[in-house]
């Protein structure tokens, strides 16, 4: 283990010179700057990145508010050493004269995740906008609390995603956007101010009944163990576009009054290649399509409904029904395998290492 950490490490620090790196590793006798994350946050200044290397241990919870880029291994990813970062709680907020605006999230398993910007006076309030939340398995949560703005969550794995209620549009959270996720349990509540808009996720789950929705434009999504209609009285406002249900309690699309949509399909298989359980996310699935899938190019914009369209498509990490097909890995290249080729050294003689690597789009 030691050798591939060191290794990303090292890789981490020379492709992304030109900025200030801080390493985090709570592996015994690890070679980097810090064993607790957030002490490395605390250290770090506005505009820093921060890898976390994978561990066993999870690393504890972290509150964040400044302008950071954290980064992990990734989260169930096909290679010699597999080891997770994983993250216990982390809060994005503000402080009276901070925020944590700017900051990306991404190769990492996170039990809850919470944004959340506040009002210290009439004068005074800090919003945080501008955030990305990409690659990571979100074990339960990912909350949106008040005052939060342009977040953009893609291709994740997700239990549910949740908001506070707002009580004026000045609290609301604003242009929330949430692409090609596998999305596990309850969906946005979404708030009476503010359109979030919901594309190209796959809602899987055994929840028969989700959230309720307010101003929510779904589309291109589909709902597959998940009902897309939410609590029918508690609804304001949704758009639903291009989007199919099946094997729900209920397959219907409600677009009555103040809610409007169209071409969506109710009750329609999506014919995904493997499933292995109905209505539950499984490690073993395959979502891509199948020919004659009515999700093939069907979405609003010409490419397939679901988590192989639009402008992120899924991009797989394994093979089908290898288990690794939905592990993700951050956005920067990874060393995934390190072999000596030479097992007997003779004195004065050379270390011959292999080393294999891959880059992440």
């Given at each position: 283990m030691k050798k591939l950490n060191l290794l990303f490490v090292t890789l981490c620090s020379t492709l992304l010179g030109h900025a200030t790196i801080l390493t985090v590793d709570n592996n015994i006798d690890s070679?980097?700057?810090?064993?607790?994350?957030?002490?490395?946050?605390?250290?770090?200044?506005?505009?820093?990145?921060?890898y976390v290397v994978g561990s066993p241990t999870i690393y504890a919870n972290t509150t964040i508010t400044k302008k950071i880029h954290l980064i992990g291994d990734g989260y169930n990813t096909n290679k010699q050493d597999p080891a997770i970062s994983k993250v216990n709680n982390i809060l994005l907020r503000t402080s009276a004269s901070t925020?944590?605006?700017?900051?990306?999230?991404?190769?990492?398993?996170?039990?809850?995740?919470?944004?959340?910007?506040?009002?210290?006076?009439?004068?005074n309030t800090k919003?945080?906008?501008?955030?990305?939340?990409?690659?990571?398995?979100i074990t339960y949560s990912l909350v949106l609390n008040k005052y939060v703005s342009y977040i953009t969550i893609n291709n994740n794995i997700v239990y549910q995603i949740l908001n506070i209620a707002t009580t004026s549009a000045a609290q609301g959270q604003s242009h929330i956007v949430a692409k090609n996720n596998i999305i596990r349990s309850n969906s946005y509540v979404g708030n009476a101010y503010h359109f979030a808009t919901f594309s190209n996720n796959n809602f899987i789950s055994t929840v028969t009944t989700s959230q309720v929705s307010k101003k929510v434009n779904f589309n291109n999504n589909i709902f597959h163990g998940m009902s897309p209609n939410h609590y029918a009285t508690s609804q304001d406002g949704n758009i639903y576009t291009n989007n199919i249900s099946y094997s729900t309690s209920n397959n219907v699309f409600d677009i009555t009054f103040p809610n409007s949509g169209s071409g969506n399909l109710e009750g329609v298989d999506p014919l995904f290649v493997s499933k292995a359980t109905l209505t539950a996310f499984d490690a073993m699935d395959d979502y891509n399509l199948q020919a004659g899938s009515p999700a093939l190019n069907a979405g609003s914009d010409g490419t397939d409904i679901g988590i192989t369209g639009g402008t992120s498509p899924w991009q797989e990490d394994g093979a089908s029904t290898s288990g690794f097909m939905y592990g993700r890995e951050a956005s920067i290249p990874q060393v995934n395998?390190?072999?000596i080729q030479n097992s007997n050294l003779p004195i004065g003689g050379n270390l011959i290492i292999q080393v294999k690597g891959?880059?992440?789009p």
């Open positions: 070679p980097a700057q810090y064993a607790v994350l957030q002490t490395a946050v605390d250290a770090a200044s506005d505009g820093d990145t921060i925020t944590s605006t700017g900051s990306t999230i991404e190769g990492l398993e996170i039990s809850s995740l919470s944004i959340q910007g506040n009002s210290y006076s009439s004068s919003f945080i906008d501008s955030v990305t939340v990409r690659f990571c398995n395998e390190v072999n891959q880059t992440n």
